[in-house]
């Protein structure tokens, strides 16, 4: 069966300092990979898409970047956090094979001060 | 434009039915999906509707999609305090990338 995790689970960090937020996938090949930014009381934004290795589609202009080193790995960095990125992070995965189902893993909460 | 509107609270009592509404754009959505999201947990789906289907039935949950009106609802029955939660519909972009869509998500509260 297919898992997705994420790390860390909470993390604060000081405005200005670097981010690193990953997310992998087990018991799948190739599979689209989502990262989605939900801010308090809000809604799901997308923020980037991968449909392989090396291939990111940012959906929103914003102080982050995603990358995706290996097939079920994908990474969401900053080089320099704003009081703005604090928010709730998702990750999620789906497969072209099966119907547009997207699953996610149980996020991130970054808190920026 | 792409835009699923969802109302934003719905308060009911235990044992009642619950039925959450949502609104889509995009008439060439293939799927329509509910996520339930717990208080500090990510998403998990709850269900899902193929865009050719009118209804769906899942235990306590029912689908209607009215694809004319593009109107989607949930339907809980017999409504219990752990079904207090965030609800999210999402419609399908469609194309190699799967997108979907999300609505803001609507709060169920459940008074014992």
């Known amino acids: 069966s297919q898992t997705i995790h994420q790390w860390p689970a909470t993390l604060v960090q000081p405005v200005g300092s670097p981010l690193s937020l990953e997310c992998t996938v087990e018991?799948?090949?190739?599979?689209?990979l989502y990262w989605y930014r939900q801010a308090a009381g809000r809604g799901l934004q997308l923020l980037f898409y991968?449909?392989?290795?090396?291939?990111i589609s940012s959906e929103v202009p914003q102080n982050l970047s995603a990358s995706r080193p290996q097939d079920r790995q994908f990474i969401l960095s900053s080089k320099k956090l704003l009081l703005s990125d604090s928010g709730f992070y998702l990750c999620a995965w789906s497969n072209l094979a099966g119907r547009e189902t997207q699953y996610f893993g149980p996020g991130t909460r970054l808190l920026v001060l | 434009g792409e835009d699923v509107e969802q109302s934003l609270f719905l308060s009911v009592r235990e044992g009642d039915s619950s039925v959450i509404n949502c609104t889509y754009t995009d008439s060439s959505s293939t799927y329509l999906y509910w996520y339930k999201q717990e208080p500090g947990a990510g998403l998990q789906l709850l269900t899902y509707?193929?865009?050719?289907?009118d209804m769906k039935q899942d235990q306590r949950l029912t689908v209607l999609l009215n694809k004319k009106d593009k109107h989607l609802s949930l339907r809980i029955a017999d409504t219990q305090t752990g079904d207090s939660a965030i609800y999210f519909c999402?419609?399908?972009?469609?194309?190699?990338?799967?997108?979907?869509?999300f609505g803001t998500g609507t709060l169920l509260a459940v008074q014992p």
């Open positions: 018991g799948t090949s190739n599979p689209n």
């Open positions: 991968s449909v392989g290795i090396g291939q």
């Open positions: 999402a419609e399908t972009i469609g194309g190699a990338t799967n997108k979907l869509i």
């Open positions: 509707i193929f865009s050719n289907m």
